[in-house]
């Protein structure tokens, strides 16, 4: 992979992130990549191959929308973590079925299978309603009771 392919996928990248005001979701799917490579070195690999000869490339030729690839990515390394499916949940706190491409305004999560595994970060939007809020401190953090204040 050349350095203008990735120099160019991250420009559209960032161009995406000014334009819909989303939060970046790469440190987060570096965090999960590091987890990926400790638990399942193969998966691990898989998912290097996928972010090098798939996401990239057609980030960086426009084939794909970026925001929506990288998503897809975050989805991929979830799933490749812990079996399970992948939600969107809207406004209210209400959890639908994920759809690509993802609604700007959506907190995308992944649960996995198995019993008492914490939900799985795939995207946020750029601000959390208190629903959503709600549902990041709960399923993400594990947080069983209301902040103070």
Known sequence: MSDEITTEADRR??????????????EFYRDRLRDLKGADPRGYE????????TLLPSVASGEAEPLAAWTEYGRRLAEALAPGRTVSIDGSGRALPYQPP????????????EKGA???????????????????????RGRQKLPDG
């Open 118 to 140: 914490r939900a799985l970060l795939v995207g946020l939007p750029p601000d959390l309603t208190p629903a959503q809020r709600a549902t990041y401190d709960v399923l993400i």
């Open 13 to 26: 990248l960032e161009e995406a992130l000014e334009r819909g005001g989303a939060r970046d979701p790469r």
């Open 46 to 53: 898989k998912a290097v191959a996928y972010y090098r000869d």
């Open 102 to 113: 993802p609604a700007p305004d959506r907190l995308i999560l992944h649960l996995p299978d």
